[in-house]
């Protein structure tokens, strides 16, 4: 592995991080919630009255923020070393696993971690030692 350091753009990372810190901490605030977008989205189907018009302002964020960047700055060239069948299986085991740990990696790594949560600690070490192991398996024992 290497990193394209011409390519690096450690302004816009911290920018990035600061945005996501800072929605992450308005909606724990004045909502008292967290920022998990597996509860928001699981919420939307049995969420009481009243309840939605956070969750599908949120989500609706996660949409138009991308748009109004590739209106501001061209759509980033994006790589997938995948196939379809691999992308749909990795969306369906990340979804049930996210269920079945009680939390997604932003609800666990980001908000989780800046509370202290030690069960976020273990949820997100154990998000990182499967990438890290699926990766190892996959790239360089079976070599895919």
């Given at each position: 592995m290497s990193i394209d350091w011409t390519a690096f753009t450690p302004?816009?990372?911290?920018?990035g991080g600061i945005l996501i810190g800072l929605s992450a901490s308005l909606l724990l605030l004045l909502h008292g919630r967290i920022a998990g977008?597996?509860?928001i989205v699981g919420g939307l189907?049995?969420?009481?009255?009243g309840d939605n018009r956070w969750r599908i302002a949120f989500l609706g964020g996660l949409?138009?923020?991308?748009?109004?960047w590739t209106l501001a700055a061209g759509a980033p060239t994006i790589q997938v070393d995948a196939g379809y069948p691999t992308l749909i299986?990795?969306?369906l085991l990340v979804g049930f696993f996210t269920r079945?740990?009680?939390?997604?990696?932003?609800?666990h790594g980001v908000c989780g971690l800046s509370r202290l949560s030690p069960r976020s600690l273990v949820a997100t070490l154990s998000f990182m030692a499967t990438g890290f192991a699926t990766v190892f398996v996959l790239r360089h024992l079976l070599g895919a």
């Open positions: 302004w816009s990372a911290l920018a977008i597996s509860g189907l049995q969420a009481p009255d949409i138009v923020a991308p748009l109004v299986l990795a969306g079945m740990g009680a939390g997604c990696t932003s609800g």
